[in-house]
């Protein structure tokens, strides 16, 4: 049985004060999660302190993106090894502000991750469709090409060391939730596809839904058979949400 795995997505949000009492909250609750593994994920620059106060905790911490890079002349990245020197267990890989925003297209996606799982880290891979794709009908043909831009690198077999993290991209930040019936069906697409390829590898990754989980939706989403999780986002940076959501995947 896959275990749960809610990760908080902090974005570029926080400050010293603000994230020693969000993580102050997240531990004083975290008891109460007895089933999900609960991560955060903090601005590159609030990782150590992160680390730090988590210390002895039962939740873990990774990074929102990481280079493509091992090292060298890369101005203002951040090296896989770099994340895994300082206790990173996950690193982000093709969020999709990271591929709208700033253009990361699949094949850069793909050697992120091949350069996150080379340094020991476990990539969430971020896959989704744009509102308009929805609506042309072709969202298992944009899924189904960004999981292959990194099966056609890595291999099938990377993908069980991994987490996939499905983002409808209309369904973020905009009020706007896929059903559980929608989340469920491109899941289990996901899953359909990676069992073509090897079926203990499809049965054994776990696949977070990322299109706006909180508090009030997540045990409807959660009660779905191939929703293992969820990347959370806003709702993450309350503790009492945040830790409500890793609540719901103890059903």
């Not at 997505?9 to 010293?16: E, F, H, L, Q, R």
């Not at 299109?211 to 997540?218: E, F, K, R, V, Y």
């Amino acid at each position: 049985m896959r275990q749960p795995l809610v990760a908080g997505n902090w974005k570029m949000n926080g400050s010293t004060d603000s994230i020693t009492a969000l993580v102050d909250g997240i531990k004083a609750g975290i008891d109460a999660v007895t089933t999900a593994e609960m991560v955060v994920c903090p601005p590159y620059v609030y990782i150590p302190q992160v680390a730090a106060m988590l210390q002895g905790s039962a939740v873990s911490y990774g990074a929102q993106d990481v280079s493509d890079q091992e090292s060298g002349a890369f101005t203002g990245e951040v090296a896989p090894g770099m994340l895994a020197d300082i206790g990173c267990k996950y690193a982000i890989v093709g969020h999709s502000e990271r591929r709208s925003l700033y253009g990361e297209n699949d094949a850069f996606t793909a050697r992120k991750f091949a350069a996150a799982r080379k340094a020991g880290l476990v990539p969430v891979l971020c896959v989704g469709e744009l509102l308009e794709e929805r609506e042309e009908g072709i969202t298992e043909q944009v899924v189904a090409r960004q999981l292959d831009a990194v099966i056609s690198l890595e291999g099938i077999a990377a993908l069980g060391a991994a987490v996939i993290a499905y983002e409808p991209v209309w369904a973020i930040g905009t009020g706007k939730t896929a059903s559980p019936e929608q989340a469920q069906e491109v899941h289990a697409f996901i899953r359909g596809k990676l069992a073509g390829f090897d079926r203990a590898v499809a049965d054994k990754v776990r696949i977070l839904y990322g299109g706006s989980m909180n508090a009030g939706n997540a045990a409807q989403l959660l009660s779905m058979p191939d929703i293992d999780g969820g990347l959370i986002g806003g709702a993450s940076l309350k503790p009492a949400d945040f830790l409500a959501i890793g609540v719901a995947a103890n059903a």
